[in-house]
């Protein structure tokens, strides 16, 4: 009977019935995302109603903030929530930022390098060492940072007039901006490496062949068009590293100096000495305090900063490779 | 067309090496024999005057195991277009890009005799100032993504070091603009897209951008190939105005191109050049069997 | 035909050499590839950085590498594969890291058996079906953003869905509070973190594939799901498995995600009164990565001997899947492709 309603209704997994199959697991995905977005900035909304704009302020002591908030359940005269983020937002833009914009140099000179000027042996050894690094976990970016680059940093690199000079403010060991800074930027730099030589390597051959015959040596060629033509994807891959380093957490709680400090640049150079905390580090450091409403909605709060970010860079690459793609596309 | 298909029943062609030490039994009577190509009165002027400029001299091009191009020699001269012709892989467009010495980028090519611009050896000018005098033009359309403008300023650009300002630019932009005869259609948007240009108009753009440079010799590959026929028609009047200013070689599958353009043609067969003559002589009394044969259509 | 020509040539012969010789030309007097001599200063200098960059990352990875094996031989000894950890004051008494470690492959292969069905069935559905445009659109974005959402937002949405009563049964229980943390919260967020890679890598291999090899098996009469997995998904095997050890690598070197889902323990905790594989699963854990960043001197273990000998573990498994990409590369490079 079953046989017979096939052959005449076709098969069984008829394309329509695959495709609304997965289609509905498509939707799911989509559904599960969407859930995200409204659970974090729900579950966050108390902390951003208590404070209103000033969350995103200045004052007070962040690390006190939290203790009190946290605590705050349990004394029973009512939750509290006040929270000032501006120290761990500056962290994060100082570490984050920083660690970017050194790696988009890095990157693109690695991948022209890569793709334009490598002898063959230093590609085949490079390709792969740029794989590795993209792989190793943050975690042992982190301990490697620990137990080698900060003290590194603590004994050799500040002085101890330096420590003495800022003795009563906070006092510098090595876990510091520079620390986060380097060890990001070598984790970062090889994602945007992977994007860019993908990138690179097929802009239109006519394109580089045509600015060769006419007399402009390799190097202008590849920066001059090869570069330019990939822009878009080197937008791309700025965006996802710009994610990437605002959610790192881990390897920056172990290295980033895990006190929400924020360090001056009108102290000159040695603010790259001072230890701060960015926020992704904030919500492992004290994910322990989950239990506590008003600390659980402070996290969430900080997660649904994070998420707005992210948002934000994904709008603004996708708005500037739309500009670009003018001049790309026919 | 009857007496087509006989021919090609009758002889076909043969696949060995050409031999020019071979006597072929066809050879002597070849002056006598017309071809069946039937081409459109040429049109142009016989030049005006022709000055040697470039000298390709027993020149040979490997490829690892592959010989491309084996022992040409011919020359090249301003005040005249000359068309390399003959079938896919006969290594026409190999001796065109090693001209300006393109051949260095792709790998294993290895030449051997000499190519001589002006009297020197081009292995003896450094490559980048080569290829300014001796540019070069691609059968696909290739404009930088950047505006028209920025096209041509990029070659000026790139070639002096210091950074050039906009007003020096502009008069050199417009003229090698002019000179593609491109000016008055794109003046008015010259800072356009140049990729949203017309397929045709993307082609002059090229050729702008390679006359922008001040070449002394214009290499042209299949440059039409990609193009509508009017536009084809716009760009072989271009090049046949601009055979005084500078030495033209253009290379074409397009046997009726190249006898609307060219004063003289070579014919080349699996790297071998078989036969080069005035463009009319060689189409309408082909000193060699095989040109006959690949002009009239037997094979190619 | 004009006798004694290199070449039949009948209208003018080219001269030979200026003057007169009829030597065949010397070999190139230059050296045949542009060099960078004739380049101007700048460009020179950037060239020399590049080379400098280039050496500069050589040389980190192979000092991490050789430093962890240096530290790695120096500290690891094989019974710390098989023994648990344990509460001791001195690092010879508090055992080894055999949970962390047992943790890790479990949640890699269940992370993986999540994402991998998921995402290679989003990605044909966007290859082969992606009707409605709109949701196709959707989707693409939602994967996009999959990929760019730090991966401590995935924790803690994660603590929220799984410590909701209808989740109850993956997780332990104590008088209707579900505690929310266990190996399957863990592994399903994971899961969600390795989707992107895994749905980009398979994209591209459907992508790759010429719309004439679908044609032939639609024009014997194959539908398209037939198509799709007798003859799409096997072709681009090679890079679903790229995407798998990519995704893996991911779940793997995740710390963020355990150290907030599976519990701040360095011990299974198997959950009461369920069969065996279950209370396991359960019940929270810890994973290599977690254990590392404990047993760093900013943890709260604070062993750097034990610390190293696990990173060490961990960097061996990760050389190990890239190691398999690259083995899948090249098989994949050999076997050869369509003719576009």
């Not at chain 3, 991490?64 to 023994?83: D, R």
């Not at chain 3, 760093?296 to 990760?318: C, E, H, M, R």
Request: with cysteine; aromatic share 8%.
């Amino acid at each position: 009977m079953e046989e017979e309603f096939q052959s005449q209704y076709g098969p069984r997994w008829s394309d329509q019935r695959v495709g609304r199959l997965l289609g509905a697991l498509v939707c799911a995905v989509v559904a599960l995302l969407l859930a995200l977005i409204v659970v974090v900035f729900i579950q966050g909304w108390p902390s951003f109603a208590h404070n209103g704009l000033a969350w995103f302020g200045p004052g007070g002591n962040v690390d006190e903030q939290l203790n009190v908030i946290s605590q705050s359940a349990e004394t029973g005269a009512g939750y509290v929530y006040t929270f000032h983020a501006w120290p761990l937002i500056w962290s994060t833009i100082l570490i984050a930022g920083g660690s970017v914009i050194l790696s988009l140099g890095a990157a693109l000179f690695i991948s022209v390098f890569l793709v334009e000027f490598a002898p063959t042996w230093m590609a085949r050894i490079l390709a792969p060492v740029v794989r590795f690094l993209a792989s190793v976990p943050s975690v042992i970016y982190g301990l490697l940072g620990v137990l080698v680059l900060v003290p590194f940093i603590g004994n050799h690199l500040i002085s101890e007039s330096q420590k003495a000079s800022v003795a009563g403010v906070i006092s510098l060991t090595g876990y510091s901006l520079m620390a986060a800074v380097v060890v990001l930027t070598i984790m970062v730099a090889p994602l945007m490496v992977s994007i860019f030589t993908d990138a690179l390597s097929s802009v239109k051959p006519g394109w580089l062949e045509g600015s060769l015959a006419l007399g402009v040596n390799r190097w202008r060629t590849i920066w001059k068009i090869g570069v330019r033509a990939a822009r878009p994807a080197i937008v791309a891959g700025t965006v996802l590293a710009c994610a990437r380093a605002i959610g790192e957490s881990v390897m920056l709680a172990m290295l980033s100096g895990s006190t929400a400090f924020a360090p001056n640049p009108i102290d000159g150079l040695i603010f790259v000495f001072e230890p701060s905390r960015p926020l992704a580090p904030t919500i492992v450091k004290s994910s322990d305090q989950l239990s506590s409403p008003p600390a659980k909605a402070t996290l969430f709060a900080i997660a649904a900063f994070l998420l707005f970010s992210a948002a934000i860079f994904s709008l603004t690459g996708w708005a500037a490779r739309r500009s670009m793609n003018k001049y790309l596309a026919r | 067309m009857e007496s087509l298909t006989r021919q090609h029943a009758q002889v076909p062609p043969p696949i060995r090496r050409l031999d020019p030490q071979d006597p072929t039994p066809a050879a002597e009577a070849a002056p006598e024999r017309s071809t069946n190509f039937v081409a459109a009165k040429r049109s142009i002027a016989a030049p005006q005057f022709s000055i040697r400029r470039m000298e390709v001299d027993k020149v040979s091009i490997h490829y690892d195991a592959k010989e491309a191009v084996k022992s040409v020699s011919l020359p090249i001269r301003q005040g005249e277009v000359l068309a390399l012709i003959g079938p896919s892989g006969c290594g026409k467009t190999t001796l065109l890009r090693s001209l300006n010495r393109l051949t260095e980028l792709t790998a294993a090519a290895k030449l051997t005799g000499s190519i001589r611009l002006d009297d020197v050896d081009i292995r003896l000018i450094e490559p980048t100032l080569l290829r300014r005098r001796v540019t070069m033009v691609f059968q696909q359309p290739n404009p930088f993504p950047m505006s028209v403008f920025d096209n041509i300023a990029y070659v000026l650009r790139e070639q002096g070091s210091r950074r050039m300002k906009k007003k020096v630019l502009e008069p050199q932009v417009h003229s090698a603009l002019q000179r593609a005869g491109l000016f008055e259609e794109v003046k008015d948007n010259l800072k356009h897209p140049a990729l949203k240009l017309s397929g045709g108009q993307q082609q002059r753009l090229c050729i702008a951008r390679a006359l922008a440079a001040e070449p002394e010799v214009l290499l042209l590959d299949e440059p039409c190939s990609a193009l509508d026929p009017q536009s084809t028609a716009v760009i072989e009047d271009l090049i046949v105005k601009l055979r005084e200013d500078v030495a033209v070689v253009i290379v074409t599958h397009n046997l009726q191109q190249a006898y609307r353009i060219a004063d003289h043609v070579a014919f080349m067969y699996l790297g071998d050049l078989v036969e080069y003559n005035s463009a009319t002589r060689l189409f309408n009394t082909p000193a060699q069997d095989r040109t006959r044969e690949y002009v009239s259509g037997a094979f190619g | 035909m004009t006798p004694g020509g290199p070449q039949a040539q009948t209208e003018e012969l080219p001269v030979g050499l200026p003057g007169g010789l009829t030597e065949p030309p010397q070999p190139p007097p230059t050296n045949a590839v542009e060099g960078s001599s004739t380049w101007s200063l700048l460009d020179r200098l950037g060239l020399a950085f590049c080379w400098f960059l280039g050496l500069l990352f050589c040389a980190i990875a192979a000092a991490i590498v050789i430093y962890l094996l240096i530290k790695g031989i120096q500290f690891l000894k094989p019974s710390m594969l098989v023994t648990p950890a344990a509460a001791g004051f001195t690092e010879g008494e508090s055992g080894g890291f055999s949970d962390a470690f047992f943790g890790t492959l479990i949640l890699g292969v269940m992370s993986l058996t999540l994402a991998l069905p998921t995402g290679v069935a989003i990605a044909v559905w966007l290859v082969e079906y992606g009707r409605p445009k709109a949701l196709a659109r959707v989707t693409e974005m939602t994967v996009e953003a999959i990929a760019g959402i730090p991966s401590v937002v995935f924790a803690l949405f994660g603590t929220v869905i799984f410590s909701s009563a209808a989740l109850g049964f993956l997780s332990r229980t104590n008088e209707g509070v579900v505690f929310g943390r266990s190996f399957f919260a863990a592994a399903a967020m994971l899961a969600l973190e390795a989707l992107p890679l895994i749905v980009a890598s398979t994209r591209e291999g459907l992508n790759a594939i010429p719309r004439h090899v679908r044609e032939a098996s639609y024009g014997v009469g194959k539908t398209k799901a037939a198509t799709t997995r007798r003859i799409l998904l096997p072709t681009c095997r090679p890079q679903i498995a790229t995407g798998a050890m990519l995704g893996l690598g991911r779940i793997i070197g995740d710390t963020a995600i355990i150290v907030i889902l599976l519990g701040a323990t360095q011990n299974f905790s198997p959950v009461e009164g369920a069969p065996f594989p279950l209370n396991y699963l359960r019940g929270a854990g810890t994973t290599l990565t977690n254990f590392v960043y404990e047993a760093s001197p900013t943890g709260n273990l604070n062993q750097p001997d034990k610390a190293y000998a696990a990173a060490f573990v961990l960097l061996f498994i990760v050389l190990l899947l890239n190691a398999a990409t690259d083995l899948i590369h090249s098989r994949a490079r050999k076997a050869g492709t369509w003719s576009h």
